[in-house]
């Protein structure tokens, strides 16, 4: 991994005629026929072939290099993100490698050719803790309520997101509710991570990335971009060194583990010490969300640590908290205003434990506290106040400056 200050100096994988020769007998037809309808995961290079196709659409450096019909370019790409987005095929060994395949091409060709490339803070390290959304299970804005607590105690962060893309209130949706400018200055966010330890991108806004456009612009259905998301933070991979994503009901957690194993290994992320987890509602688990749960049915987490990944399961216990049922913390009335009303305060008992065992796992990665410990020191900040301080000084400071 280069550790370079001018992120637009970072090569992609495959250099122009390289990208020529890799996608000559690219064809969609026969990825669908051969791996999809048979769930079968894509390869590093097939998938990464997809998503530049994916991207054609939309890119004009692209254009300039294929000829494709742009007609049923988009629809065929849609097709297959959604063909592939399936959870037998992400059952598969193999499907890390389709994962990671596909978000490298968003890195190279994506944000790397954007109007403005990689975010670049003054920071020793940049965290996100970004879920991929798409469960059958609503809860409030865990991973912003989190990430905006994990800020306020010192811990860098630049929160990537989206607004829901189907019947669900994303993180986008929150935090412009709480009066955040979702598409400031590039460097008017460089500067809030730096002062405040906060920044926010919006996956929708196109100075970073396109391919998002397909998704929740012009399709609407949730298709592969649930995972290309969360993990396409436009961050410099280099400060990216520790994260969380929440992972949706597809997909086990070790097999996204395993896909930032092969994005390291490629140079193309940077993550030393990540936490893949999926909560669930109930004990068969049949269902659940993209985050800690305090439910009957736990976590399931799968973590890599300087490369080796290891598996285990969280309880409520583990975080000295009681143990929820889905009524006791499922968003009542508008979810906007109760996931505010859980942030300021207003809200406490299970809702709020919710909030404190996800910025627990948080406080364990930066700071390397106990899950007790973390929720302790969650707690601490959120009731102190210095959480609402934060996040309303941020929102000052992307409204005046932008």
Do not use: W
């Not at 390289?18 to 079968?40: G, I, P, T």
């Not at 060709?109 to 469960?135: A, E, R």
């Not at 893309?165 to 200055?185: I, K, M």
């Amino acid at each position: 991994m280069k550790n370079e200050n001018d992120t637009n100096l970072r090569k992609p994988l495959f250099e122009r005629n390289e990208l020529q020769s890799l996608m000559k007998d690219f064809n969609v037809n026969l990825l669908l026929k051969k791996k999809a309808y048979r769930n079968k995961p894509l390869g590093f290079e097939e998938a990464y072939a997809l998503g530049v196709f994916a991207l054609y659409n939309y890119s004009e450096y692209l254009q300039k290099i294929f000829d494709f019909d742009k007609n049923i370019t988009e629809k065929q790409s849609i097709a297959a993100l959604c063909s592939f987005h399936n959870k037998e095929t992400y059952r598969q060994v193999g499907a890390g490698a389709q994962i990671a395949g596909i978000c490298a091409a968003i890195f190279d060709y994506d944000i790397g050719h954007s109007k403005n490339k990689f975010l670049n803070p003054k920071t020793d390290y940049v965290m996100d803790n970004c879920g991929m959304g798409g469960d059958l299970f609503k809860t409030p804005n865990v991973s912003s309520i989190a990430a905006i607590i994990a800020s306020a105690d010192g811990i860098t962060f630049c929160k990537h997101g989206s607004p829901g893309n189907t019947d669900s209130v994303g993180s986008s949706d929150f935090l412009e509710y709480l009066g955040v400018n979702l598409f400031a200055n590039k460097e008017i966010v460089e500067q809030g991570v730096e002062k405040y330890n906060f920044g926010y991108t919006d996956a929708l806004d196109t100075k970073y990335k396109l391919i998002h456009v397909q998704s929740h612009l012009s399709a609407h259905l949730a298709h592969m971009n649930d995972i290309i998301g969360p993990i396409t933070n436009p961050v410099n991979p280099d400060l990216v060194k520790k994260r969380i994503i929440g992972v949706n009901h597809l997909i086990e957690p070790k097999t996204v583990a395993e896909a930032y194993n092969i994005l390291n290994a490629k140079g193309l992320t940077n993550v030393e010490h990540g936490l893949f987890v999926r909560g669930f509602a109930d004990k068969n688990r049949n269902g659940g969300m993209d985050e800690i749960s305090l439910l009957p049915g736990g976590t399931i987490v799968a973590e890599l640590n300087k490369g080796e990944i290891c598996s285990y399961e969280l309880f409520a216990d583990d975080f000295r908290l009681p143990e929820a049922s889905y009524e006791d913390i499922k968003p009542r009335g508008d979810k906007k205003e109760f996931s505010k009303q859980i942030l300021y305060g207003k809200i406490k008992g299970h809702p709020k434990n919710l909030i404190l065992a996800n910025t627990a796992i948080i406080e364990y990665l930066a700071h390397g506290l106990t899950l007790k410990q973390g929720v302790e020191r969650a707690n601490e900040v959120l009731e102190s106040g210095k959480a609402v301080q934060n996040i309303e000084q941020y929102i000052t400071h992307v409204g005046d400056l932008r």
